[in-house]
Nanobody
């Protein structure tokens, strides 16, 4: 059983930065993919960034490329996602997810990830 505990959400001004953290415990073999999805009001949950520990393979949504860098600290079982140049379009609930991999990749579909965090909100004001 994988448990995920997130931290780092909050309210920031446009142009600001924050860092999301997700600490995992349990089920090491069941969380080769870890990362972040986000869901804005009235929208579907979308993948923001994932990290596949099997090959240190990262993925970024186009919307955050160049503004976010996902990394994993194996000693702390924690995945980090610092983001900068935040804008109001980044406002959403951010959920840490773990699972996979699926055929050697981290899936873009949130429905296949078995483990989820509570989701810290991120609010970016203009």
């Amino acid at each position: 059983q994988v448990q995920l505990v997130e931290s780092g959400g909050g309210s920031v001004q446009a142009g600001g930065s924050l860092r999301l953290s997700c600490a995992a415990s349990g089920g090491t073999s069941s969380r080769k993919c870890m990362g972040w999805f986000r869901q804005a009001p009235g929208k579907e949950r979308e993948r923001v960034a994932t990290f596949y520990s099997g090959g240190s393979i990262t993925f970024y949504a186009d919307s955050v490329k160049g503004r976010a860098t996902i990394s994993q600290d194996n000693a702390k079982n924690t995945v980090y996602l610092p983001m900068n140049s935040l804008n109001p379009a980044d406002t959403a609930m951010y959920y840490c997810a773990a699972g996979g991999p699926w055929y050697g990749y981290c899936s873009s579909s949130p429905t296949v990830y078995p483990s989820w965090g509570q989701g810290p909100p991120v609010t970016v004001s203009s």
